[in-house]
């Protein structure tokens, strides 16, 4: 309970319905605040307790300087918890193996259990193995089945076994689609024992990135490490300072053949520009009202690729107009409106909150456009796209030949393949999937060139993976699905397939074609990343567009191409049919949103949406407290990060002799460190997995298998694109081993284990934005698992830098104008990192000292920049991980 030092306790009453609540009002500066940091100040009002959350923190953010540096720690508690399962297994496979290690401390492993709300969509899993055909969907759905089964009873498990953890089953929608349509609250009401309910803003963290789509939905939410996220559903709250917030007013219309990716490509750019890295976006303005919520959660989902923590849209009309559309109950859409116009979180247009930068948007200005060939961030103009990949081809077919190989495909049709096709055109991922606009306007693009004549090129591999259920049901009522089929956009799944690198195999005569003769061939998904080594380990370049623009591609067959001037085929006369002659207008495409869709879609999709299927149902599910594991699982394994703790701390220690396993260049994502795709027997996960007996048809994904650590450890740095500068010129996960003889060349895996067994501490060296893309967890396990005790960089990106504290790494950064080269670091060198002890004394370092040795020459020395940013991350490093930093709490309580 709050100890309400400022009296801020009060009852809301709505209809007949009392409700308790904290208002805003009674702090003075407060309503200065933008909408965002409103939310931040209410959540310290209701969990003030004179120990964690303070009437000190509260007042900071009363006086809240929008200009300063961000140097004030608060304690954020979510109200709720949003799971994926790639990211979501291994939470609950660390929640089962903290239950057995409670019990081994003594305690009562039934304690562990979801303190707050916590939800789970599986969407991450399903592969397009079938396309094209009538099919598709059930055939993909049935090997997810096949190679998923043991992942799946496990977490069946856990929805038994843990209280306050719920699933969406497989085959349902993309996790942030189904958060928006159907999990998000926007206010919650929790009742308390006396019969009291407590209304307070929705809030929320996700072990995805994208998490940041319900910002749209006025809701504050982002995305964390699963670690975090681990400590967040075991009551612990959120350790982050207060953030500097950006502004972003909104103004004027999207132009017609514009579509709301095109916004958020501009706008991403824009924001990855500016810089907003550890930051808020807050859209503001005029021009918001006139922003439907699907675009607002088009945009917020983009967060992650401009980099900021969270990309608010305040609650207005739109809000509610979309809360009610989606089934929402009218008791709870008018509890949103009084909430909100009481606690002065209702978007007032007139009124400019205080905010740290200001930037702005003509939405009219924004043009048709598309990102690659590996950032989301590198926006290229359509009308400037062929003369942009002609640049780019020479980075990934040095020749500058275009290939020009004859192919015969599985049905018999002779072709040919250039660099530059197109050999995947993928509708996918949450970004734009859940957005009516762009994908009614695939739909009638698609009927547009079917009744024209036009065809895809027969060597792309084509593919429709929607957001929500509610999509298939407005296609049909649309009668669209017709004119899809005919191109090869049949339905494959519900997930994020392509996206997150679940493409599947191209076909074997296109994949054999491109690896024979090294051809550079593009994938074009309407996505939300583009990462080297993502998409498919055929294709070497990435390409986001909105839907109509994949569909458009599909049937260019090529990334050499002019839309404006190259015809994409003729009509049955004769007649060259361009794109613009087949692109649908906004009438169009407003018409058929106003006609195909309606609130019952979305009341019949949602109505049992936790009951699952009929392969779900069917599961053979395990009981009991605590999980039997299965020592012959390929997928289900018990990590080590709680053998022989104890209830005491080891203390920290100076790092000595440690060897540099990687260094990295900039941009180094999270996909680079842990993949989430394929992968092939030679590797070491390949090899692992054949000893074990699986057959390579059945290794599925690295993310899949995230909830055995044999696999994982052996991914991480296993990206078929990183290029590790310690053995230049080799693409791929490999290093030089310093334990052995002149340091052959060795996978990261095997070098690593050499280093382990000869006791050699291990370093990383980077560059800017290192750990930029997914919030993904086994990035810093594989890290850690691996022996490294030290990353050194220029910069961090927010989420992987936390990660890297929760698995007990130290993150450094060069001092200010330095770089792994300006030192001249090889990577040869056996470094030492003195300074670290002081942690153990309670105090937090803001540098230390690393001494770099080379054999035979001058040491290198440099006072490195310690990034545990809060006494929270202090503690948590001290106790040598989050994780463990909570069991210690909880078994002792």
């Given at each position: 309970m709050s100890v309400n030092s400022f009296g801020a306790k009060s009852t809301l009453t709505v209809g007949e319905k009392d409700y308790q609540i904290f208002r805003l009002d009674a702090v003075p500066g407060l309503d200065q605040l933008p909408?965002?940091?409103?939310?931040?100040?209410?959540?310290?009002?209701?969990?003030?307790?004179?120990?964690?959350v303070t009437r000190a923190h509260v007042e900071a953010l009363a006086n809240w300087d929008p200009t300063a540096e961000p140097d004030t720690e608060i304690q954020f508690t979510p109200a709720r918890v949003v799971m994926q399962d790639f990211t979501g297994v291994p939470c609950i496979v660390d929640l089962a193996t903290m239950r057995e290690a409670v019990a081994e401390l003594g305690g009562d492993p039934t304690r562990i259990n979801p303190l707050a709300p916590a939800e789970m969509v599986i969407d991450h899993s399903v592969q397009i193995d079938v396309f094209g055909t009538a099919d598709a969907f059930q055939r993909n759905v049935e090997r997810e089945y096949e190679r998923n089964g043991e992942r799946y009873q496990f977490l069946r498990w856990g929805q038994g076994a843990f209280d306050n953890f719920r699933v969406v089953p497989p085959g349902t929608g993309i996790v942030h689609q189904v958060n928006i349509e159907y999990l998000a609250r926007t206010v919650f009401t929790k009742p308390e024992a006396d019969g009291t309910v407590v209304a307070y803003p929705d809030t929320c963290v996700g072990t995805d990135s994208h998490t940041t789509m319900v910002n749209g939905l006025g809701v504050l939410g982002w995305g964390v490490g699963g670690i975090e996220a681990e400590a967040a559903m075991l009551g612990q709250p959120v350790s982050m300072l207060i953030p500097k917030v950006v502004g972003f007013k909104l103004s004027g219309a999207i132009p017609a053949g514009a579509t709301a990716t095109d916004v958020v490509l501009t706008i991403t750019q824009k924001l990855r520009q500016h810089g907003?890295?550890?930051?808020?976006?807050?859209?503001?303005?005029?021009?918001v009202s006139a922003v439907p919520l699907a675009n607002r959660a088009t945009i917020g989902n983009m967060s992650p690729e401009f980099g900021s923590t969270a990309a608010m849209f305040p609650i207005d009309d739109v809000t509610l107009g979309y809360l009610r559309l989606t089934g929402r109950s009218e008791e709870s859409i008018a509890l949103v409106e009084a909430y909100a116009k009481a606690q002065g979180l209702w978007h007032d247009p007139s009124r400019e909150p205080k905010f740290s930068e200001y930037l702005e948007l003509d939405l009219s200005t924004v043009v048709p456009s598309i990102a690659g060939p590996k950032r989301p961030q590198d926006r290229i103009e359509l009308s400037a796209a062929k003369e942009a990949f002609a640049q780019a081809i020479g980075t990934y077919a040095p020749q500058g030949e275009r290939g020009d190989v004859p192919v015969t495909l599985e049905n018999g049709t002779v072709t040919r393949l250039n660099h530059g096709d197109v050999a995947i055109a993928s509708i996918t991922s949450c970004t734009n999937t859940s957005n009516p606009s762009v994908m009614l306007a695939a739909g009638l693009l698609a009927r547009n060139a079917v009744a024209r004549g036009l065809k895809s090129k027969p060597w792309v591999k084509t593919s429709m993976a929607p957001g929500s259920k509610v999509v298939t049901d407005y296609y049909t009522k649309a009668g669209l699905w017709g004119d899809l089929d005919a191109l090869g956009f049949n339905l494959v799944g519900y997930g994020c397939a392509t996206c997150i690198g679940n493409s599947g195999p191209l076909p074997g005569p296109v994949s054999e074609a491109v690896r024979e003769n090294d051809l550079a061939v593009c994938a074009v998904l309407s996505g939300n990343r583009n990462f080297e080594g993502r998409i498919n380990p055929d294709v070497k370049m990435n390409y986001l567009a909105s839907p109509p623009l994949v569909v458009a591609y599909a049937l260019a067959g090529t990334m050499d191409f002019d839309f404006a001037t190259q015809p994409l085929g003729q009509d049955p006369d004769g007649n060259d049919v361009f794109l613009a002659d087949i692109w649908p207008t906004p009438q169009e495409v407003q018409h058929t949103i106003d006609t195909a869709i309606d609130r019952e879609m979305f009341e019949d999709s949602y109505s049992d949406v936790f009951a699952g299927d009929e392969h779900w149902q069917g599961l053979d599910t395990p009981e009991g407290d605590t999980f039997a594991w299965d020592a012959a699982s390929t997928?289900?394994?018990?990590?080590?990060?709680?053998?022989?703790?104890?209830?005491?701390?080891?203390?920290?220690?100076?790092?000595?002799?440690?060897?540099?396993?990687?260094?990295?260049?900039?941009?180094?994502?999270?996909?680079?460190?842990?993949?989430?795709?394929?992968?092939?027997?030679?590797?070491?996960?390949?090899?692992?997995?054949?000893?074990n007996g699986v057959q390579p048809r059945d290794f599925n994904s690295y993310g899949s298998r995230r909830g055995n650590h044999e696999v994982m450890i052996r991914g991480t740095f296993a990206n078929i694109r990183i290029r590790n500068e310690v053995v230049p010129g080799v693409e791929g996960g490999f290093t030089r081993d310093f334990t052995q003889a002149e340091a052959p060349v060795?996978?990261?895996?095997?070098?690593?284990?050499?280093?382990?067994?000869?006791?050699?501490?291990?370093?990383?060296?980077?560059?800017?934005?290192?750990?930029?893309?997914?919030?993904?967890?086994?990035?810093?396990k594989g890290t850690a698992l691996l022996g490294v005790k030290a990353v050194i960089v220029e910069s961090f990106e927010r989420i992987h830098r936390s990660n890297l504290i929760g698995m007990g790494v130290l993150p450094l950064q060069f001092p200010a104008g330095q770089t792994r080269d300006t030192l001249g670091l090889t990577g040869e060198e056996t470094f030492t990192i003195t300074g670290i002890e002081a942690l153990n004394e309670g105090v937090t370092p803001k540098t230390v000292h690393v001494r770099a040795q080379r054999e035979g020459g001058q040491a290198i020395e440099f006072d490195a920049v310690v990034r545990i940013d809060t006494p929270g991350e202090a503690d948590y490093f001290r106790h040598g991980g989050i994780l463990q930093y909570v069991l210690r709490q909880l078994a002792s309580a």
């Open positions: 909408y965002s940091l409103k939310v931040l100040a209410e959540n310290l009002l209701r969990t003030e307790d004179g120990a964690n907003v890295v550890g930051k808020f976006v807050e859209f503001y303005g005029e021009g997928y289900v394994r018990k990590p080590p990060y709680f053998e022989g703790m104890g209830m005491q701390t080891t203390p920290v220690r100076d790092i000595e002799g440690a060897r540099v396993l990687l260094k990295l260049g900039d941009s180094v994502t999270t996909d680079h460190i842990s993949p989430a795709g394929s992968f092939k027997p030679e590797t070491p996960a390949g090899k692992y997995l054949l000893a060795a996978t990261v895996y095997d070098a690593a284990q050499n280093y382990l067994a000869a006791g050699t501490p291990l370093v990383v060296l980077g560059g800017k934005e290192y750990g930029s893309g997914s919030s993904r967890d086994w990035a810093a």
